[in-house]
């Protein structure tokens, strides 16, 4: 079974940036590395950031133009770029992998309203203050 790890979390300041990883293992052919969501306090999950296997992409409308997510497949390591941080982005950051290979606009929508859409790891805390 895959297991995900998420690193790279921390404090900073609004304005700051900060880079998330995801590393994979008992990684199947039936399981994509394939995206980020976020839970904060009092809040629900909200879908951050998608990645598909031909390289799409999909954002959160709350993160475009400042997060960048991409994949390294030969590592199966996930990356989270977070640049122009405000303090609304501070939430438990998860990666996740999908039992199928959707493309990443249908990662954005699964992620954000199946709440058993896959697997995803134990999640790392990002905190941004003003």
């Known amino acids: 079974q895959v297991q995900l790890v998420e690193s790279g979390g921390g404090s900073v300041q609004a304005g700051g940036s900060l880079t998330l990883s995801c590393s994979a293992s008992?990684?199947?052919?039936?399981?994509?590395?394939a995206g980020w969501f976020r839970e904060a306090q009092d809040k629900g999950r909200e879908a951050v950031a998608a990645?598909?296997?031909?390289?799409?992409?999909a954002y959160a409308d709350s993160v475009k133009d400042r997060f960048t997510i991409s994949k390294d497949r030969a590592k199966n390591i996930l990356y989270l770029q977070m640049n122009s941080l405000k303090p609304e982005d501070t939430a438990m950051y998860y990666c996740?992998?999908?039992?199928?290979?959707?493309?990443?606009?249908?990662?954005?929508?699964?992620?954000?309203?199946?709440?058993?859409?896959?697997?995803w790891g134990q999640g790392t805390q990002v905190t941004v203050s003003s």
């Open positions: 996740a992998a999908t039992l199928h290979d959707y493309n990443a606009i249908m990662t954005l929508g699964i992620m954000r309203d199946d709440p058993n859409f896959g697997v």
């Open positions: 008992g990684y199947t052919d039936s399981t994509y590395l």
């Open positions: 990645i598909d296997t031909d390289g799409g992409t």
